[in-house]
């Protein structure tokens, strides 16, 4: 495991636990809301886009333990570490790349990203792998900076885009009092 791997792992474990928690709950609620559907099928599957040192996948587990988790991170440190942090959890955590995802098409219920949609090279490229991968009707959240660029998301959301034909549903998070403005969005979007 990299030495910058652990560092990010303890820092991002104080710093944004609340954060953390917070998408995790938004998950579950989103993952229950599309449970009528999927609980013939399976129990709801999540897909935790660059998932890092799993700290969401292990809140969502400690929530949600009937939730079938996947995350996938790019770099082999922040696995070993997201391995670490859930093991004997159940949930699966695999080296890849957001825009060529190792799962077959229509897999997931729900994808979620935190703070790693500002690193995608190719946000088009990103958005459609994601929607190859979710189930009609599934639910797309993605949590970032306020000033990302989020115009591949808008432009996935037209008419004849993968997504619903209404542009996604922002929200501007704020999480610390002492901030004088939201920091962070939420975006949501749903798989036509």
């Not at 953390?20 to 579950?28: K, L, M, T």
Request: hydrophobic share 45%.
């Amino acid at each position: 495991m990299g030495i910058s791997a652990t560092f990010y792992d303890r820092t991002s474990g104080r710093l944004a636990r609340g954060l953390y928690r917070r998408v995790a709950s938004d998950v579950q609620r989103t993952a229950a809301e599309g449970a009528p559907a999927a609980s013939a099928r399976h129990d709801a599957s999540v897909l935790d886009i660059g998932a890092g040192t799993g700290r969401v996948l292990f809140e969502l587990h400690h929530i949600a333990p009937a939730l079938e988790l996947t995350g996938i991170d790019i770099s082999p440190d922040m696995v070993a570490v997201a391995r670490r942090n859930t093991a004997g959890t159940g949930i699966a955590v695999d080296v890849g790349d957001v825009s060529a995802l190792p799962y077959a098409d229509a897999s997931f219920d729900v994808a979620v990203s935190t703070l790693s949609m500002h690193h995608w090279p190719d946000q088009a490229a990103a958005v459609a792998e994601i929607a190859r991968v979710l189930r009609p009707g599934g639910t797309l959240l993605v949590y970032d900076f306020a000033s990302t660029d989020a115009s591949a998301l808008s432009r996935s959301a037209r008419d004849d885009g993968p997504f619903t034909g209404r542009p996604p549903l922002r929200k501007r998070l704020r999480l610390m009092r002492l901030l004088p403005r939201p920091v962070l969005a939420r975006y949501r979007l749903v798989r036509s």
